[in-house]
């Protein structure tokens, strides 16, 4: 391929087709790939692109050479290559060295469209927007790890006494803190061996239908795995909000302050 292009170029009579081909050339040359072709028996045909600088290489420097030979410690490029010569075409990304590239492979086939008798590639250096990306999930799982800290001390499960858990709850409870907290209660009350656990509402100013329906699937599902459910601090806002949404609390055990719902627990446990 190189030699066709280059023998063009090289013939006396400039024709529009060789003034087509050098600003073809000059224009790949400037650009930030690697651009490079092989015959069949791995001879490198075509090496150009600014890109080449990226990979330790000059334009050209490859031409001539058997790319078998010159990665053969590399199973993936003849895997890739014979792809390719089986009339495949095809695009990937993969690291080589400290980069990171997407190549993009063409077959070429003789004049009859019949066999593949070399293969094309126009590879591009993709490491900044690989780093960029990876610099994006890390900072995705750092915020997804904060908010789970914030989570977990928005709605500590404290064990104050052996066998009794305590959840002090502050502000708005929505689904996903719902969710959290029940997860991580459950995991406790198991792991402890918990016989109650309080839900202090102290720290809750104001409840919504949503919310209503969350603190009661988190009491059942706690007097599900054998523990007795107690609620305790419920202001009267929120109370009447309970009543009038319809949430069922003459079921509950629920106490006006923290302290008389643990000595509740604790005077049962004396008789």
């Not at 690697?34 to 692109?49: F, K, Q, V």
């Not at 709850?169 to 792991?191: F, N, P």
């Amino acid at each position: 391929m190189a030699g066709e292009i280059h023998s063009r170029l090289g013939a006396s009579e400039p024709s529009e087709e060789n003034v087509e081909a050098r600003a073809l050339l000059r224009a790949i040359g400037t650009m930030q790939v690697a651009i490079w072709a092989m015959d069949e028996d791995g001879t490198c045909t075509l090496s150009i692109g600014n890109g080449l600088v990226d990979l330790g290489l000059q334009p050209g420097e490859l031409v001539g050479k058997n790319l078998y030979e010159l990665y053969a410690d590399q199973p993936d490029f003849t895997t890739l290559t014979r792809r390719a010569f089986a009339g495949e075409q095809f695009s990937f990304e993969a690291p080589i060295g400290p980069t990171y590239w997407r190549n993009n492979i063409i077959p070429l086939r003789d004049a009859f469209g019949e066999r593949v008798v070399r293969i094309f590639s126009i590879a591009e250096n993709i490491t900044e927007r690989v780093k960029a990306q990876q610099r994006l999930e890390e900072q995705l799982a750092l915020i997804q790890s904060q908010q789970q800290a914030i989570v977990g001390l928005s709605s500590p499960v404290i064990e104050v006494w052996q066998g009794v858990l305590v959840v002090p709850l502050i502000g708005a409870i929505d689904q996903s803190r719902a969710s959290a907290l029940l997860e991580r209660l459950l995991t406790e009350i198991v792991g402890r061996q918990s016989s109650a656990v309080i839900l202090d509402l102290t720290g809750v100013d104001t409840v919504d239908a949503e919310a209503a329906q969350h603190l009661s699937n988190v009491m059942r599902s706690v007097e599900l795995v054998g523990a007795t459910g107690l609620l305790s601090g419920i202001r009267p806002s929120v109370a009447k909000t309970m009543v009038d949404l319809g949430v069922d609390m003459q079921s509950r055990r629920t106490y006006p302050t923290l302290a008389e719902a643990l000595r509740s627990l604790f005077g049962a446990r004396k008789r």
